[in-house]
């Protein structure tokens, strides 16, 4: 893989791999919250009972007895994130926009990783909401299918990924090359009154 034309390197730093893990609890979360709601759900109808779910089935919501399959989308979701995340951290990426040299590509590459392994965590915080949700209307609630949560995770992402533009523009903004002054430039500093005294004792000399 490459930032701009120069080779990487995939290397995992302590900040990144405690991330990382943290949204592997958070997927592991949600696939077992999902198990968790499948098996309510299923409890659920046998205590309607067989007949009274076809009653309903037929008279208010057809899709009763299939809909909790719905929930295995969550899954699929992170899924999902966690395949993008691979994908975009392997693959190559042009950074046109920064001056991109041999020095600063593998520093550039960090934070790009660290940013990307970051914006998981709101991403997965969102899933679960949104989950969540679905889960209380489908058990017979009545949530509100948005949320505060989402707004703030959205704002989350937008703080992440301007802070890693900023650290990658701040390592390839070019430094200022500065004057060099000749190394074997000798300054001579002569001191006036000595100078004088000397004048004096040769003409005391010479008298």
Known sequence: MKI????????YKVARLI???????LAVLIASVTVYFLQSYEY?????????????????????EWQRWLALIFPALVLALFA?????????????RYN???????????????????????VLMGIFDVMYIFHQNMLGGNEI???FQLVLDAIIIAIIIRLGMHRISSITEPKAETAEKPADTVKVRINPTR????RDNGQEDKK
Request: hydrophobic share 40%; net charge positive; aromatic share 12%.
């Open 19 to 25: 991330s990382d893990v943290f949204s592997l609890g």
């Open 84 to 96: 993008a995340y691979i994908i975009l951290t392997l693959k190559s990426h042009p950074f046109k």
């Open 4 to 11: 701009a034309k120069y080779p990487v390197k995939y290397k």
């Open 44 to 64: 659920m109808l046998q205590r309607i009972g067989t007949d009274n779910v076809e009653i309903l089935t037929e008279q208010y919501n057809s899709g009763l």
């Open 145 to 147: 299918p948005f949320s």
């Open 100 to 122: 991109v040299t041999k020095m600063n590509a593998q520093q550039c590459w960090n934070v790009y990783a660290m940013c990307a392994s970051l914006c998981k965590i709101p």
């Open 195 to 198: 100078g004088a005294e000397k």
